[in-house]
């Protein structure tokens, strides 16, 4: 994406109006979750398990949209994609890629901490 953003701030700034005090738990949760299914990717990607991949792909893409990492979002539909058509090959470079977008959508939510 064009100017390093990552996330978008318009849309968070608007749940964290909704949610309010209810914000940083959204955030922390959301933090800690997306590790997990990172891992849970990582693990699925290693022991060839295409479903178990897609799942965690599947959810992850969900909670980025959530929080509106358009970048992050569009990592996790490629692997879905490619985990649905049982395709793995290649998906490491995919993984990295997505854990490099994951980083850097946590370095912009580090500012709403």
């Given at each position: 994406?064009?100017?390093?953003?990552?996330?978008?701030?318009?849309?968070?700034?608007?749940?964290?109006?909704?949610?309010?005090?209810?914000?940083?738990?959204?955030?922390?949760?959301?933090?800690?979750?997306?590790?997990?299914?990172?891992?849970?990717?990582?693990?699925?990607?290693?022991?060839?398990?295409?479903?178990?991949?897609?799942?965690?792909?599947?959810?992850?893409?969900?909670?980025?949209?959530?929080?509106?990492?358009?970048?992050?979002?569009?990592?996790?539909r490629?692997?879905?994609?490619?985990?649905?058509?049982?395709?793995?090959?290649?998906?490491?470079?995919?993984?990295?890629?997505?854990?490099?977008?994951?980083?850097?959508?946590?370095?912009?939510?580090d500012?709403?901490?």
């Amino acid at each position: 994406m064009s100017n390093a953003q990552h996330i978008d701030h318009e849309a968070l700034a608007a749940l964290r109006d909704v949610m309010e005090d209810d914000f940083l738990q959204l955030i922390e949760t959301f933090v800690s979750d997306s590790r997990a299914k990172i891992n849970t990717m990582q693990k699925a990607l290693a022991a060839g398990q295409s479903e178990e991949l897609r799942r965690a792909a599947h959810s992850l893409k969900g909670s980025s949209s959530n929080i509106g990492a358009a970048g992050l979002m569009e990592a996790c539909r490629q692997i879905e994609v490619r985990a649905a058509a049982s395709d793995l090959t290649g998906l490491e470079h995919l993984l990295v890629d997505l854990q490099s977008e994951f980083s850097q959508v946590k370095q912009q939510l580090d500012i709403y901490a």
